[in-house]
């Protein structure tokens, strides 16, 4: 135990010299460096602040011509007539989410599409089909996919389904018919038209018989959103009235 405590005291001893050691050598070498330093403490203070003072000089002129290419890429974005559009389509959503008839068209494409997709059903869904159509009144342009993938653009001035089911009896609706989309109109065949032109390059044109008037079109799933967007130019817009 002696022995101990006699080892534990010579280990300190050694490491509290060590440690002093160093401490005198760090204050050696401090005092070593003021010493050298102190003859030119002013001048590398003065280049120091010369030097601050510079790049605060160089920060202010560079700032002026980064606010001016700032503002020079705005109007691209912000110009007036960018913003008019902008406010235009907001103003053309709101007006369609508080449509009551937009809505009640909405739930007829649903209960379309749900009678198209089971038959056992077609029945029991019918009944609350029929009473959001006298809500919402005849006359009507369909979109359409067919099972060849083309869309139907048609229109009828009675019930959309019966004439769905007119047009695509022999056919499994289950699988391959889905309602696109639905316009209540008062002028079905105008509104028809205007989108027939609107589409007229993508016709489905009959090989066999290319002068055949079509209501097929090769539409896309892009042209199938804008159609479901419902912002149509103003020679579309101007026929639906309801």
Known sequence: MVLFILISFIVYKIIQAILLGVWNWLLEFLSNIITWISPYFLPISFCIVLIFILFLCLQYLTTPARKST??????????????DQEAANFNRWYQLQQDRTLVLTKDMIEKMNEMLKSSRHRKEIY????????????GYVYFIKTPDGTTKIGSTGRDPFKRAMEVF???NTSYDVRVIHL???????MTESSFHKYFSNKKFINKYNPDEESEFFHLKEEDWVWIKGQQYPESIRKTISY
């Open 70 to 83: 700032q503002t020079n890429s705005i109007p691209i974005m912000n110009s007036p007539s960018v913003i």
């Open 127 to 138: 009944p609350s089909y029929q009473q959001i159509l006298q809500k919402n009144g005849l």
């Open 169 to 171: 009896g022999g056919v």
């Open 183 to 189: 316009i209540r109109t008062n002028s079905p065949k």
